[in-house]
């Protein structure tokens, strides 16, 4: 039930690579993959005051990223005391928005860590997915949102 989609993990783990150009290709390509209806889970833990809440890392620069792990493997490797709450990338994107992050997080302990910014963020917290074209990559919206 928590098993990881094979099609999103190959997708991020096409991401690791050294070559900016192929990156690139293959950034676009998993956020497309995760904007066509990929499960995903948020880890929720009890604060030391005792509310549940969503889980926030921040860097040495001080940007914040929610965290979100493509399966419950790879969830409870990075914290086995985490509680998975499932949802799809949209619903991440407007939790992003709503606790204040810079970005999203997914399956920061591997096998294939990646991070999507805001400005790729907020078109899909709109309800738009990013789709592959003949000549590159645009974003589609159904007709009630053009």
Excluded: H
């Excluded at 094979?6 to 998993?30: E, G, I, K, M, Q």
């Excluded at 926030?56 to 005391?81: P, V």
């Amino acid at each position: 039930m928590g098993d990881a989609d094979p099609r999103v993990r190959a997708a991020l783990a096409a991401c690791l690579t050294n070559d900016p150009d192929a990156y690139r290709r293959s950034y676009l390509a998993a956020v497309s993959t995760l904007c066509a209806g990929a499960r995903l889970f948020m880890p929720v833990m009890t604060d030391a005051e005792g509310e549940i809440g969503a889980v926030k890392l921040t860097n040495e620069q001080g940007s914040t990223a929610l965290l979100a792990f493509t399966g419950i493997d790879s969830l409870t490797a990075w914290d086995s005391r985490a509680r998975p709450v499932p949802g799809r990338l949209p619903e991440l994107a407007a939790t992003v928005t709503e606790v204040g992050a810079d970005a999203l997080l997914l399956d920061v302990a591997g096998p294939a860590p990646l991070v999507i910014g805001s400005d790729v963020l907020k078109p899909i917290e709109g309800g738009r997915r990013l789709v592959k074209l003949d000549d590159g990559w645009g974003w589609a919206c159904s007709r009630d949102l053009a």
